[in-house]
């Protein structure tokens, strides 16, 4: 069952920008929680600060959501990589999208788990 990442300006303000939209991915849940990436498509446009996330259902119910670790300032030809999971919410870009470039996420400070605010089974 796919969720849907969404990136945001800050806590209630979700990217708007003509080449922006929400990213369909598969969660690997696990019994200790969930982890997810998600790579977006290189920016065409200037997307400003990405400060927040939101994972949303097909029905656009709000599932979760937090702060990044650190904030992305997105212009033309930056894709934003999320690796979110357990108690770690790691931001990072990739400048011209090369997956090799992009290294290990920072390290997270502590904060609270996600997955328990989730209403995924494991199926």
């Known amino acids: 069952m796919p969720v849907y990442v969404a990136l945001f ?3 209630d303000r979700e990217v708007s920008a003509p080449d922006y939209e929400r990213l369909a991915v598969d969660p690997e849940i696990e019994p200790e ?3 997810l990436s998600a790579e977006f498509p290189v920016a065409t ?4 600060t990405v400060t927040h996330f939101g994972i949303f259902d097909s029905a656009g119910m709000l599932l979760c959501d937090g702060a990044l670790n650190n904030n992305i300032y997105v212009n033309t ?3 934003v990589c999320l690796d979110i999971g357990g108690d770690d919410f790691a931001g ?3 400048e011209g999208a090369h997956l090799s470039d992009r290294g290990p996420p920072p390290p997270a400070p502590p904060a609270p788990t996600v ?3 989730l ?3 494991d199926e």
Request: glycine content about 18%; cysteine-free; hydrophobic content about 30%.
């Open 45 to 48: 446009t200037e997307w400003g």
């Open 9 to 11: 300006n800050g806590p």
């Open 119 to 121: 209403d995924l089974e």
């Open 92 to 94: 990072r870009i990739v």
């Open 33 to 35: 929680g969930f982890n």
């Open 77 to 79: 030809g930056v894709s």
């Open 115 to 117: 997955w328990e605010r």
